[in-house]
Nanobody, 121 residues
Framework: QVQLVESGGGLVQPGGSLRLSCAAS????????MGWYRQAPGKQRELVAS???????TYTDSVKGRFTISSDNAKNTVSLQMNSLKPEDTDVYYC???????????????WGQGTQVTVSS
C-alpha cells in the first residue's frame, strides 16, 4: 500500500502565505509525478500544480507567479509554497502521486486525505 500524508493547511489573510507539504510512504517502487489538486464543494477537482521526476513543472494559470511547487525525489515528498493568497484560493487541497508500487509494472494514482486552505480577513 501507498499512503500520502499532507500537512500545512490553515487560515490566512489575503496576501498571506502558506506552505503545503506531502510525504508518500509505503511500498513505493517509483514515482513519476507528484502534485496538488484542489476542490470546492460541488465543483470538480482541478489541478493546481504538478512536478515530474525530471522536474518538469505545470501550473494552472490562476496560480502562476504566486505558487511554487518543489519535490525531493529521494524522500518522496512534494511541497507547494503559496504566496499572495486570494480568497478564491480557498479550497480543500489534495496531494497526488502517480506511483508504481513495488512488484507492479504499471503506475497507479494515489491521493492524500485533503487539507483545508481558507483565505479570509
Amino acid at each position: 500500500q501507498v499512503q500520502l500524508v499532507e500537512s500545512g493547511g490553515g487560515l490566512v489573510q489575503p496576501g498571506g502565505s502558506l506552505r503545503l507539504s506531502c510525504a508518500a510512504s509505503g511500498s513505493i517502487g517509483s514515482i513519476n509525478v507528484m502534485g496538488w489538486y484542489r476542490q470546492a464543494p460541488g465543483k470538480q477537482r482541478e489541478l493546481v500544480a504538478s512536478i515530474t521526476d525530471d522536474s518538469t513543472m505545470t501550473y494552472t494559470d490562476s496560480v502562476k507567479g504566486r505558487f511554487t511547487i518543489s519535490s525531493d525525489n529521494a524522500k518522496n515528498t512534494v511541497s507547494l509554497q503559496m504566496n499572495s493568497l486570494k480568497p478564491e484560493d480557498t479550497d480543500v487541497y489534495y496531494c497526488y502521486a502517480r506511483v508504481r508500487p513495488i512488484y507492479y509494472f504499471i503506475y497507479r494514482d494515489y491521493w492524500g486525505q485533503g487539507t483545508q486552505v481558507t483565505v479570509s480577513s
